[in-house]
């Protein structure tokens, strides 16, 4: 299925967010290809359930998406084949004024790290911001999974709490 997607991204301060978090998923997810700004993922989901996701990257925050169900068994060997790390994490949706933020935190070699993100119907769109928001990273490549995926080791940096 094609969609096109526009997030902001921002580093989470403290656990309010998780008064209104919803059931967590438990993702492992792995790049296979990536190439410029494109790139081609598989996530592995609470080990039920699985997508494999084509990202093409336009100007400005958005970018083409296409993404479709394979079967888990597949994503489970696809995983074995990681250019770079697998990315674990759970996944939160949290709601925030009547919007849905997803909330990242990670596991492996990324813990201690929290990502929050919300995806937005266009650029210009100015959500209502959290209180537990730390700092924005929107376009800061080393907050991107590819490039947390393609690293050989966390930086400590990555591990700021967002203040």
């Not at 993702?27 to 996530?43: G, H, P, T």
């Not at 790290?113 to 700092?135: C, Y």
Request: hydrophobic share 40%.
């Amino acid at each position: 299925m094609k969609a096109t997607e526009i997030e902001r991204k921002f580093l989470v301060r403290n656990d309010g967010w998780r008064a209104n978090a919803g059931p967590p998923n438990v993702l492992r997810q792995a790049y296979l290809c990536d190439r410029d700004q494109n790139s081609i993922r598989v996530r592995l989901i609470d080990g039920h359930s699985a997508r494999l996701t084509i990202k093409i990257r336009r100007p400005g925050l958005a970018r083409e998406e296409f993404e479709y169900a394979i079967p888990v068994d597949e994503a489970r060997d696809l995983l074995l084949h990681a250019a770079g790390h697998v990315i674990e994490k759970t996944r939160y949706r949290v709601l925030h004024d009547g919007r849905s933020w997803d909330v990242d935190v990670f596991a492996g070699a990324y813990e201690g790290l929290t990502l929050a993100e919300i995806e937005m119907a266009s650029e210009d769109e100015q959500p209502d911001l959290p209180q537990w928001l730390g700092r924005e990273v929107t376009g800061k490549r080393r907050y991107s999974n590819r490039a947390m995926a393609a690293a050989l080791c966390a930086s400590p940096a990555l591990r700021d709490a967002g203040g």
